[in-house]
């Protein structure tokens, strides 16, 4: 079945250090993937987004993401953690000949002083 | 400038109650829309979506059925609310022309607790 996995209910970081969130999808043809960001009591907003162009996608506030085929991922990256970066991260995809987005469980980042 | 208003934002029913969201977008004609519910500490579920009038795909079966009089009008009901009804309910809107590979754009969410 077509799927995709967030590894990591929660993480937490440093301020200033690497954020690495996981994000895995099950699915024998690459789909579209998206990496949406939430912070507390709002809608989601797009971070950036892959569909089949570069396999490094630069979003917006820094963060970046690599599509990789042969590991069937799409992990989120920023070099350095900024406080109001704490929010929740939710991976999607949406497979080739339809229109329905799935998203993962999220993961809730947790930025230290 | 293309935008999706949700109402209510906060809602508190009591078990049984009837219930209707509303979400309506502007700016677009002829959009995909969805409506997705997030429980606490869970990611998004989809309920439901439409891509046109009086057409509507539900995903998971419940309680809960969606509706669409018009173009840009997405009502989600329910008939009697359970408790497991509760949580924050956001609609979504895939703008015409943007294809399979165009991103949802989210309302701001109703936040709906059952007691």
């Known amino acids: 079945a077509q799927s995709v996995t967030q590894l990591g209910s929660h993480v937490s970081v440093s301020e200033g250090a690497l954020v690495l969130l996981r994000c895995n999808y099950s699915?024998?043809?690459?789909?579209?993937l998206f990496w949406y960001v939430q912070y507390p009591n709002q809608g989601l907003q797009l971070l950036l987004k892959?569909?089949?162009?570069?396999?490094l996608v630069k979003g917006i506030n820094g963060f970046e993401a690599e599509f990789k085929k042969s590991e069937t991922s799409f992990h989120l990256t920023k070099p350095s953690a900024h406080m109001s970066d704490a929010a929740e991260y939710f991976c999607a995809v949406r497979f080739t000949g339809g229109f329905k987005t799935i998203f993962g469980a999220g993961t809730r980042l947790f930025v230290k002083a | 400038s293309q935008t999706i208003h949700q109402w209510p934002a906060t809602l508190v029913q009591p078990v049984g109650s009837p219930l209707s969201l509303e979400c309506t977008v502007e700016?677009?004609?002829?959009?995909?829309l969805y409506w997705y519910r997030q429980a606490a500490g869970r990611g998004l579920q989809l309920l439901f979506y439409?891509?046109?009038?009086?057409?509507i795909s539900s995903e998971v079966p419940q309680n809960l059925s969606a509706s669409r009089p018009q173009d840009r009008q997405f009502i989600l009901s329910s008939k009697k609310l359970l408790l497991s009804d509760s949580g924050f309910y956001l609609c979504a809107c895939l703008f015409s022309g943007t294809g399979r590979t165009g991103e949802l754009f989210f309302g701001e969410g109703s936040r709906l607790t059952v007691l």
């Open positions: 892959y569909t089949s162009a570069a396999t």
């Open positions: 699915s024998s043809v690459p789909p579209y």
């Open positions: 700016g677009t004609s002829n959009p995909n």
């Open positions: 439409s891509v046109g009038i009086g057409q």
